[in-house]
């Protein structure tokens, strides 16, 4: 592979405390380097910031429920690409939920190097990795769901740790999934009889465990694997005014589990898209923000990492393993719902929304995600994230960039609101003047979720050793537009991007599918015969599916980059 | 000669995908598929005797299929071709701008034809689109 | 030493059962015996066996006989084909696997093709009511362990899924439902008396093509409303019956088939299914299914959506984005309208399933058949061109009626010389490429491509 040469842009680099020196990157044969030859192509970065490239903790890209949601939308397709090429590459569609070659553009066109697929449900693993294969450019992986599978909830009901993180251990290995995903403990499996668990002490039906029991339970099962990832969980009860009173307790039950893993991950609880866990008052008329009590409690206590969830103010298409929520939303708004409870393990609904800026509640989410960054001490456990596509497309990462990082944006937003004032009332972001800074946004983006992912050595810096994933933004650090919108811009469309040592975007032009990776965890432990048992009886009983065909085949995953994680027995 | 209209419905039959697995040139397959299963009340009405040739003519087509009494019980007033190439010589192709055809519940009139010949699968199709090298 | 083959998926049809057992013969060359597979199942694999299944791709001669030509030839012809026309159709897609409805992705774009699969002329409507009002539906397993009412609106199992009811629907004992068929209330809703009707502890026999009122009259119902002394040819009391059994089920299955989409009403009748199904959630849970035909035809539906957008009738002729609307751009519309002047059937046999009238219309133009073996198209066609078997003599990924995804294996090894349909599809699209000078575009690097283009 070619060596490039990226000159005088103005780096920025959390992972090595590097704020804007004008310095130059070289890569090599897909990594950076020290010094490359003078055979290197050189890329002229002067006047621009250079980063690494981003890295995403949690968005919908790829799988059944993100699938719905272009099947059942096909007015989401009359918003067309702005950014469709012409030069034979392929056909892009979708807004709310672009295609899987659109999904791979344009995180290209913004520097986004890798992805998590935040919700991938067991049994539909070849289809999440099927549609990863046809993702041009960027790196993937996928969080198996396990918040309301069957095993975990009767071997943690029994107490059985070590079974169930044998379990776990089996699982992330036949899907060829990251790590552990939770969404609604318990309320996803309630939802298969039409119930739900609003409460962290509210009763599973027939299993009898406790939202709280399967949190605690899970983030002890991932530490005694020492996975790279912590436990990343979707809370009870979002979206509901007051909710921000369960969120607090359950993020409190991280206090007692020590992180444990070769790793250098810090956290044993990713909170995800925490705008939607963030809500005070009782019902829809005194709604208002709780995101100050929230994010107090995550700056005093390091062993969370949280990403946004921020509402763009779009037409999107809500999509969520928490099969009850959306059955909910669907009696708020009216629209087409579709539902997919899936045997033994999840559930998933999707649901179009407009988070219109004439209605009071939409703007108020709004200030909520953006005063959660804003109220954040330490952006190395904040992360940008939209739950694309559920508050909104993550093309909009850009302005929500643009809007953290400038209060003239911020207002002229507000300014657009029917309820303006009534907004400001329920929300604080009206009085909050803290600009973030470039080297902050690239803790959110870059470094942050890289290290909260145990990617650190792979993703989110330029160190030599690491990942050639380099963006090349036309800003300059020394002299930032007073126009907010050349933020968006020049975040939307990369100067340049280079993936894995290739030039994959010019001018926000894509050039080449580059050379993509799905990134799994090979967890091995000693195989433990009862739950091997366990697992052959059910899948006898219980399942439609034979066992022989459950594990994704290896052709699925074509290019892997494998993390092994070895279990002392 | 006697007539009668009657719906017309042409749906699966699990004796038609059998023999189709066996190929649609297979004798299985014209046995399942040319015939027409109407109420015997309908067949002495139109002077039908079970088992012999009927013309079924829609606004579309007509074809020769033998009638049958039903397999699965049929009401007075309906008639059942099994989904496949007899069926289709009668389908209209109309979709309502849905893009599926009337596959089901179509005006058909349907009247003896003891003498007509039941064409066999592949004389229909290469028949239509002037390929049949076959006699008549 | 023959060799048994356990948990094989059967090709066949929406149920996609993956129990099937195969005892193969030594050389890995013949299907000896088939377990657990439906009368359908078992005729397909032995069918597989048939010595007279063409090897090689054979071309339409002036004088109306097929000479048998090489796949170099054929691919040229192909490709040459799609790109003189103005607006090709590419059809079918009920007998491939995910893998070639992939690669056949790229070949619509670059020839500017219209794509569309047998939904088109199955359960299409559903799509369109999918659009307007959404879908709660469940896994097969959920039905097997907890339905305690399944309703069979429009479909009859028995004959066109004949171990749905087995496996998944009414007598299985699942998890909550141990007591099986003896804890289920079964409705059948069709104007014969079907064999699965037979099953039914309430069948409604209603009257032809009166589905959208009798669907509306349980709506009514159930919203605690009167209804008329007859509906669709149904008593009251009959309904009345009908509508407390969903009310007091624990959960509410209902399936629906090609008895709602073949007939008039069309979308609007899977649509109020959809609704009642959204009503009864109000009540207790419920969810509902379209009873998809084939083995992988909810494929395409996926496969396309995740490329385009769109899970059928995709005209990609604009060249800049994917446009779909049924009625104008699906297949048998755009037939009856002379607006496509090629066709490709693919893994289908529109000869013998298309009404006669569409198929003459296609057959004015350039008609090439990609399909493993003889059937109608085939013996119109201008070339056809055989591929192995998706999950007879070649594996993949296949989407079952609830879309969960099944790894087939193969059981046969393919004959010599024979490519898959994604093999095929890529060397069509390298040759278009080369026609074109343009370079081809590979999702990954080249090196990562699922399949080399060249044939053992």
Same mark, same amino acid.
């Given at each position: 592979?070619?060596?490039?040469?990226?000159?005088?842009?103005?780096?920025?680099?959390? %992972?090595?405390?590097?704020?804007?020196?004008?310095?130059?990157?070289? =890569?090599?044969?897909?990594? =950076?380097?020290?010094?490359?030859?003078?055979?290197?192509?050189?890329?002229?970065?002067?006047?621009?910031?250079?980063?690494?490239?981003?890295?995403?903790?949690?968005?919908?890209?790829?799988?059944?429920?993100?699938?719905?949601?272009?099947?059942?939308?096909?007015?989401?397709?009359?918003?067309?690409?702005?950014?469709?090429?012409?030069? $034979?590459?392929?056909?892009?569609?979708?807004?709310?939920?672009?295609?899987?070659?659109?999904?791979?553009?344009?995180?290209?066109?913004?520097?986004?190097?890798?992805?998590?697929?935040?919700?991938?449900?067991?049994?539909?693993?070849?289809? @999440?990795?099927?549609?990863?294969?046809?993702?041009?450019?960027?790196?993937?992986?996928?969080?198996?769901?396990?918040?309301?599978?069957?095993?975990?909830?009767?071997?943690?009901?029994?107490?059985?740790?070590?079974?169930?993180?044998?379990?776990?251990?089996?699982?992330?290995?036949?899907?060829?999934?990251?790590?552990?995903?939770?969404?609604?403990?318990?309320?996803?499996?309630?939802?298969?009889?039409?119930?739900?668990?609003?409460?962290?002490?509210?009763?599973?039906?027939?299993?009898?465990?406790?939202?709280?029991?399967?949190?605690?339970?899970?983030?002890?099962?991932?530490?005694?694997?020492?996975?790279?990832?912590?436990?990343?969980?979707?809370?009870?009860?979002?979206?509901?005014?007051?909710?921000?009173?369960?969120?607090?307790?359950?993020?409190?039950?991280?206090?007692?589990?020590?992180?444990?893993?070769?790793?250098?991950?810090?956290?044993?609880?990713?909170?995800?898209?925490?705008?939607?866990?963030?809500?005070?008052?009782?019902?829809?008329?005194?709604?208002?923000?709780?995101?100050?009590?929230?994010?107090?409690?995550?700056?005093?206590?390091?062993?969370?990492?949280?990403?946004?969830?921020?509402?763009?103010?779009?037409?999107?298409?809500?999509?969520?393993?928490? $099969?009850?929520?959306?059955?909910?939303?669907?009696?708020?708004?009216?629209?087409?719902?579709?539902?997919?409870?899936?045997?033994?393990?999840?559930?998933?609904?999707?649901?179009?929304?407009?988070?219109?800026?004439?209605?009071? @509640?939409?703007?108020?989410?709004?200030?909520?995600?953006?005063?959660?960054?804003?109220?954040?001490?330490?952006?190395?456990?904040?992360?940008?994230?939209?739950?694309?596509?559920?508050?909104?497309?993550?093309?909009?990462? #850009?302005?929500?960039?643009?809007?953290?990082?400038?209060?003239?944006?911020?207002?002229?937003?507000?300014?657009?609101?029917?309820?303006?004032?009534?907004?400001?009332?329920?929300?604080?972001?009206?009085?909050?003047?803290?600009?973030?800074?470039?080297?902050?946004?690239?803790?959110?983006?870059?470094?942050?979720?890289?290290?909260?992912?145990?990617?650190?050595?792979?993703?989110?810096?330029?160190?030599?050793?690491?990942?050639?994933?380099?963006?090349?933004?036309?800003?300059?650090?020394?002299?930032?537009?007073?126009?907010?919108?050349?933020?968006?811009?020049?975040?939307?469309?990369?100067?340049?991007? &280079?993936?894995? $040592?290739? &030039?994959? @975007?010019?001018?926000?032009?894509?050039?080449?599918?580059?050379?993509?990776?799905?990134?799994?965890?090979?967890?091995?432990?000693?195989?433990? #015969?009862?739950?091997?048992?366990?697992?052959?009886?059910?899948?006898?009983?219980?399942? %439609?599916?034979?066992?022989?065909?459950?594990?994704?085949?290896?052709?699925?995953?074509?290019?892997?980059?494998?993390?092994?994680?070895?279990?002392?027995? | 000669?006697?007539?009668?209209?009657?719906?017309?419905?042409?749906?699966?039959?699990?004796?038609?995908?059998?023999?189709?697995?066996?190929?649609?040139?297979?004798?299985?397959?014209?046995?399942?598929?040319?015939?027409?299963?109407?109420?015997?009340?309908?067949?002495?009405?139109?002077?039908?005797?079970?088992?012999?040739?009927?013309?079924?003519?829609?606004?579309?087509?007509?074809?020769?299929?033998?009638?049958?009494?039903?397999?699965?019980?049929?009401?007075?007033?309906?008639?059942?071709?099994?989904?496949?190439?007899?069926?289709?010589?009668?389908?209209?192709?109309?979709?309502?701008?849905?893009?599926?055809?009337?596959?089901?519940?179509?005006?058909?009139?349907?009247? #003896?034809?003891?003498?007509?010949?039941?064409?066999?699968?592949?004389?229909?199709?290469?028949?239509?689109?002037?390929?049949?090298?076959?006699?008549? | 030493?023959?060799?048994?083959?356990?948990?094989?998926?059967?090709?066949?049809?929406?149920?996609?059962?993956?129990?099937?057992?195969?005892?193969?013969?030594?050389?890995?060359?013949?299907?000896?015996?088939?377990?657990?597979?439906?009368?359908?199942?078992?005729?397909?694999?032995?069918?597989?066996?048939?010595?007279?299944?063409?090897?090689?791709?054979?071309?339409?001669?002036?004088?109306?006989?097929?000479?048998?030509?090489?796949?170099?030839?054929?691919?040229?012809?192909?490709?040459?084909?799609?790109?003189?026309?103005?607006?090709?159709?590419?059809?079918?897609?009920?007998?491939?696997?995910?893998?070639?409805?992939?690669?056949?992705?790229?070949?619509?774009?670059?020839?500017?093709?219209?794509?569309?699969?047998?939904?088109?002329?199955?359960?299409?409507?559903?799509?369109?009511?999918?659009?307007?009002?959404?879908?709660?539906?469940?896994?097969?397993?959920?039905?097997?362990?907890?339905?305690?009412?399944?309703?069979?609106?429009?479909?009859?199992?028995?004959?066109?899924?004949?171990?749905?009811?087995?496996?998944?629907?009414?007598?299985?004992?699942?998890?909550?439902?141990?007591?099986?068929?003896?804890?289920?209330?079964?409705?059948?809703?069709?104007?014969?008396?079907?064999?699965?009707?037979?099953?039914?502890?309430?069948?409604?026999?209603?009257?032809?093509?009166?589905?959208?009122?009798?669907?509306?009259?349980?709506?009514?119902?159930?919203?605690?409303?009167?209804?008329?002394?007859?509906?669709?040819?149904?008593?009251?009391?009959?309904?009345?019956?009908?509508?407390?059994?969903?009310?007091?089920?624990?959960?509410?299955?209902?399936?629906?088939?090609?008895?709602?989409?073949?007939?008039?009403?069309?979308?609007?009748?899977?649509?109020?299914?959809?609704?009642?199904?959204?009503?009864?959630?109000?009540?207790?849970?419920?969810? &509902?299914?379209?009873?998809?035909?084939?083995?992988?035809?909810?494929?395409?539906?996926?496969?396309?959506?995740?490329?385009?957008?769109?899970?059928?009738?995709?005209?990609?002729?604009?060249?800049?984005?994917?446009?779909?609307?049924?009625?104008?751009?699906?297949?048998?519309?755009?037939?009856?309208?002379?607006?496509?002047?090629?066709?490709?059937?693919?893994? %289908?046999?529109?000869?013998?399933?298309?009404?006669?009238?569409?198929?003459?219309?296609?057959?004015?133009?350039?008609?090439?058949?990609?399909?493993?073996?003889?059937?109608?198209?085939?013996?119109?066609?201008?070339?056809?061109?055989?591929?192995?078997?998706?999950?007879?003599?070649?594996?993949? @990924?296949?989407?079952?009626?609830?879309?969960?995804?099944?790894?087939?294996?193969?059981?046969?090894?393919?004959?010599?010389?024979?490519?898959?349909?994604?093999?095929?599809?890529?060397?069509?699209?390298?040759?278009?490429?080369?026609?074109?000078?343009?370079?081809?575009?590979?999702?990954?690097?080249?090196?990562?491509?699922?399949?080399?283009?060249?044939?053992?």
């Amino acid at each position: 592979m070619a060596e490039i040469l990226i000159k005088n842009g103005f780096v920025i680099d959390p %992972t090595r405390k590097i704020d804007g020196d004008v310095a130059d990157v070289a =890569i090599k044969d897909g990594k =950076i380097v020290d010094t490359v030859s003078s055979a290197a192509k050189v890329i002229d970065a002067k006047g621009k910031v250079v980063m690494a490239g981003g890295v995403d903790v949690h968005a919908h890209v790829a799988g059944p429920k993100v699938n719905v949601g272009r099947l059942f939308r096909p007015e989401d397709k009359l918003f067309k690409s702005p950014m469709a090429q012409k030069n $034979g590459y392929r056909m892009e569609s979708g807004f709310s939920v672009p295609s899987t070659f659109k999904t791979g553009y344009d995180y290209a066109r913004m520097g986004y190097a890798f992805v998590m697929e935040a919700a991938m449900p067991p049994l539909f693993t070849a289809h @999440v990795h099927e549609e990863i294969h046809d993702t041009p450019i960027i790196d993937e992986a996928a969080l198996p769901v396990f918040g309301n599978n069957w095993f975990v909830m009767d071997y943690l009901k029994k107490g059985e740790i070590e079974n169930t993180a044998a379990y776990i251990a089996w699982l992330i290995r036949v899907t060829k999934g990251f790590g552990i995903k939770v969404v609604n403990p318990g309320g996803t499996a309630a939802w298969s009889w039409g119930l739900n668990c609003l409460s962290l002490d509210d009763p599973v039906p027939y299993f009898e465990i406790t939202p709280r029991e399967i949190i605690i339970g899970l983030m002890k099962a991932n530490e005694y694997l020492g996975l790279p990832h912590s436990m990343h969980i979707h809370q009870n009860n979002l979206g509901n005014p007051g909710n921000y009173a369960i969120t607090l307790d359950s993020l409190k039950l991280a206090e007692g589990i020590k992180p444990k893993n070769k790793f250098g991950r810090e956290q044993v609880m990713h909170s995800t898209h925490l705008q939607f866990h963030s809500y005070g008052g009782d019902s829809w008329a005194n709604f208002e923000s709780k995101a100050k009590e929230v994010m107090d409690y995550v700056n005093q206590n390091k062993g969370i990492t949280v990403d946004l969830g921020c509402v763009t103010l779009d037409e999107t298409t809500t999509m969520t393993a928490d $099969g009850p929520f959306e059955h909910h939303l669907n009696h708020l708004n009216h629209l087409k719902w579709c539902n997919v409870d899936v045997e033994l393990e999840t559930a998933a609904g999707v649901v179009p929304y407009v988070y219109d800026k004439n209605i009071k @509640v939409c703007g108020i989410q709004w200030a909520v995600g953006l005063e959660l960054g804003l109220y954040a001490t330490d952006p190395n456990r904040t992360f940008v994230s939209t739950d694309h596509p559920n508050a909104g497309p993550f093309i909009r990462y #850009p302005r929500i960039i643009k809007w953290l990082m400038s209060k003239k944006a911020r207002e002229a937003t507000l300014d657009t609101f029917k309820y303006k004032d009534k907004v400001i009332d329920a929300t604080n972001i009206h009085s909050m003047d803290r600009e973030l800074t470039l080297y902050e946004i690239a803790q959110m983006t870059r470094s942050g979720p890289a290290k909260c992912l145990g990617l650190s050595n792979i993703y989110g810096g330029l160190a030599p050793g690491m990942n050639a994933d380099v963006g090349v933004f036309d800003l300059n650090y020394k002299n930032m537009p007073s126009d907010p919108e050349m933020i968006e811009k020049a975040f939307l469309r990369a100067a340049c991007f &280079i993936k894995s $040592g290739e &030039i994959v @975007v010019r001018d926000g032009e894509v050039l080449g599918h580059g050379h993509k990776n799905t990134i799994w965890v090979n967890v091995k432990m000693p195989e433990n #015969p009862q739950v091997m048992r366990d697992i052959t009886q059910s899948f006898t009983k219980d399942y %439609t599916v034979g066992l022989s065909n459950y594990p994704v085949r290896d052709y699925l995953a074509p290019h892997p980059f494998v993390i092994d994680v070895d279990v002392e027995a | 000669m006697p007539k009668i209209r009657l719906n017309m419905i042409t749906q699966r039959s699990i004796e038609e995908g059998a023999a189709m697995e066996k190929g649609k040139t297979n004798p299985d397959y014209f046995t399942a598929c040319s015939i027409c299963e109407m109420n015997p009340e309908d067949m002495k009405k139109a002077g039908i005797w079970k088992s012999t040739n009927v013309r079924v003519t829609s606004e579309c087509g007509s074809v020769i299929v033998k009638a049958i009494e039903p397999t699965q019980f049929v009401p007075p007033g309906l008639a059942h071709i099994r989904q496949g190439v007899w069926a289709n010589q009668v389908v209209p192709p109309r979709t309502q701008s849905t893009g599926v055809p009337q596959y089901s519940g179509f005006p058909v009139t349907i009247e #003896p034809a003891p003498n007509e010949r039941l064409k066999t699968a592949l004389e229909l199709v290469q028949g239509a689109v002037g390929l049949w090298k076959g006699g008549n | 030493m023959p060799k048994l083959i356990t948990q094989v998926g059967c090709p066949y049809c929406g149920s996609s059962c993956d129990d099937i057992e195969v005892l193969v013969s030594d050389d890995g060359k013949k299907v000896l015996e088939v377990h657990n597979a439906c009368t359908i199942g078992n005729n397909l694999f032995h069918h597989a066996n048939d010595s007279t299944r063409p090897m090689l791709p054979r071309k339409r001669q002036p004088d109306g006989s097929m000479k048998e030509i090489s796949y170099d030839e054929a691919v040229d012809y192909t490709a040459k084909t799609l790109l003189a026309a103005k607006k090709p159709l590419i059809f079918g897609f009920g007998s491939t696997n995910c893998e070639g409805m992939s690669a056949v992705g790229r070949v619509a774009e670059k020839a500017g093709a219209v794509l569309d699969n047998c939904a088109s002329i199955c359960h299409g409507p559903s799509f369109l009511a999918i659009f307007d009002n959404g879908y709660p539906s469940c896994t097969l397993g959920e039905v097997k362990n907890r339905a305690d009412c399944v309703v069979f609106w429009g479909c009859n199992p028995m004959h066109a899924h004949p171990r749905h009811t087995s496996r998944y629907s009414i007598f299985p004992r699942g998890f909550f439902t141990q007591k099986g068929q003896m804890q289920r209330t079964i409705i059948s809703v069709d104007p014969r008396v079907s064999d699965t009707a037979k099953l039914a502890d309430i069948h409604y026999m209603l009257n032809q093509g009166h589905d959208y009122e009798l669907f509306d009259a349980f709506r009514t119902v159930l919203r605690g409303h009167d209804i008329p002394d007859e509906v669709a040819g149904i008593k009251k009391e009959q309904i009345l019956q009908g509508a407390e059994a969903m009310k007091k089920a624990r959960f509410v299955m209902i399936f629906f088939g090609m008895g709602c989409t073949h007939t008039d009403g069309r979308n609007h009748n899977v649509d109020i299914a959809i609704s009642l199904t959204r009503d009864l959630n109000t009540h207790t849970k419920a969810s &509902i299914m379209a009873m998809r035909g084939h083995y992988n035809i909810a494929g395409p539906g996926q496969v396309w959506s995740w490329q385009f957008g769109f899970p059928y009738c995709i005209d990609l002729s604009k060249g800049s984005h994917a446009h779909m609307n049924p009625g104008e751009t699906s297949s048998v519309d755009l037939a009856m309208r002379d607006e496509v002047d090629c066709f490709v059937n693919v893994g %289908t046999d529109a000869g013998a399933h298309w009404p006669i009238d569409a198929v003459k219309h296609v057959k004015k133009h350039p008609f090439i058949t990609i399909d493993p073996n003889f059937c109608m198209a085939s013996e119109i066609s201008d070339l056809h061109i055989p591929v192995r078997i998706a999950g007879v003599d070649e594996g993949g @990924v296949v989407y079952r009626m609830d879309n969960v995804p099944i790894q087939f294996k193969a059981v046969l090894k393919g004959l010599t010389g024979v490519p898959s349909d994604e093999e095929l599809f890529d060397m069509i699209y390298e040759r278009m490429c080369k026609l074109t000078l343009t370079e081809p575009i590979w999702l990954a690097a080249l090196e990562h491509r699922k399949y080399p283009s060249v044939v053992s």
